[in-house]
């Protein structure tokens, strides 16, 4: 499980270390001072395994750990070798509780993370039911009770979740999600009467259950009004929880700009709603990228730093009729060590017929240890 959620983390972009040990201050010191991304203590060995770690991963304060260097203590094993007398003058109760604590010998207590219990409505019914109708007007009263318990606890929903309970002991569920919290019975409704379609009742439906699965504080929203003589901003979010309904989630998004030379890795989606990070507008770039650029052929072009004068691409000849560049990007040698020499040389060109294209060369058109100095179409403006 530990080695799963390594794994897990470093999908998510995190480095993250594990350690399991028979106390809680075992387990916070080898987390934090071992290389290793899984370590596992067998109880009763605390003692041996965080001897040879510094004095601070006992979790003492920056007083004790001075006073500990000024004598020349290095190690927990320093410590436990030390007559306790002498340190608890020396540096207070504390210091001895947290070398307890690691050790087994004390108590600590931990205060657990209770995921609270959802919000819900529930209903069984007297009779079961089989039509879409009869399930549309038990959601509309469903919907009506946990919105009131939604105002009364100052949330909205993100996630909901339809469980329908059949005679035969089947559950069937139906989730939406939305791009903000909301508590609107109407909104809601909408979105889940477009799965209702969905549920096979059989013989019959005699209980349904909906659930708030992810609530947060709902937002000010803005007022109607003619005081300020401009109208409200208008709320996408209705919109866009509805167009993700239709099309899926991965078809509704926003792009962002990230800090990355690289032009391709200088753009990730985000959420339809989330703010994104303002656009540089020290060199212009194309609307819309192609991913992969696409390689061009028969260029004519002088080296090292001149713009093609023609070049195919699609099967169709281009003749350049004006161009800017060349804007050198090298390779981002932190990230990945092939592109320590890489070189790009961008252009911007315009052929005969007026079409704008963003055209880069591999290689700084001398050195081929930066690039075979081949020709590529990363983009079009316009």
Do not use: N
Request: aromatic residues 6%; glycine residues 10%; hydrophobic residues 40%.
């Amino acid at each position: 499980m530990c080695r799963r959620i390594v794994r897990f983390c470093a999908r998510l972009g995190y480095t993250a270390r594990i350690a399991v040990a028979g106390t809680a201050g075992a387990a916070h010191a080898l987390a934090r001072c071992t290389a290793k991304p899984v370590t596992l203590c067998a109880s009763g060995s605390e003692a041996q395994a965080i001897a040879s770690m510094p004095v601070a991963a006992l979790r003492i304060d920056d007083k004790a750990l001075r006073t500990a260097q000024r004598m020349g203590i290095a190690t927990v094993g320093d410590l436990i070798a030390m007559p306790r007398g002498p340190l608890a003058r020396r540096f207070g109760q504390m210091l001895l509780t947290r070398l307890d604590q690691a050790l087994g010998r004390a108590g600590e207590p931990i205060d657990p993370l209770i995921p609270e219990e959802p919000l819900e409505a529930h209903l069984r019914l007297l009779e079961p039911i089989a039509t879409a109708d009869a399930i549309e007007q038990v959601l509309r009263d469903l919907l009506a009770m946990l919105t009131r318990t939604l105002e009364g606890q100052g949330v909205g929903a993100r996630m909901l979740t339809l469980t329908c309970t059949r005679v035969d002991g089947e559950e069937q569920g139906l989730t939406i999600g939305t791009a903000r919290a909301t508590r609107d019975p109407a909104h809601l409704h909408r979105l889940l009467a477009m799965k209702i379609e969905a549920v096979e009742p059989g013989f019959g439906i005699e209980a349904m259950r909906l659930t708030a699965g992810r609530c947060e504080p709902l937002q000010p929203q803005p007022v109607a009004h003619d005081l300020g003589g401009e109208g409200p901003v208008p709320d996408l979010g209705q919109l866009v929880d509805r167009l993700v309904m239709r099309l899926g989630q991965r078809a509704l998004y926003r792009s962002t700009f990230v800090e990355s030379d690289v032009p391709e890795r200088s753009v990730r989606k985000i959420a339809p709603l989330e703010e994104g990070a303002g656009w540089p507008a020290e060199w212009p770039r194309p609307v819309r990228l192609l991913s992969p650029p696409e390689r061009i052929d028969k260029v004519m072009a002088e080296l090292p730093d001149q713009p093609p004068i023609r070049f195919a691409w699609r099967g169709e000849m281009h003749v350049v009729r004006r161009a800017d560049g060349p804007e050198r990007i090298h390779g981002e040698w932190w990230k990945h060590g092939k592109e320590a020499d890489s070189v790009r040389d961008y252009f911007q060109v315009e052929d005969e017929g007026g079409a704008r294209f963003w055209l880069f060369r591999r290689g700084d058109g001398v050195d081929p240890r930066t690039g075979d100095h081949s020709w590529w179409l990363h983009g079009a403006f316009g």
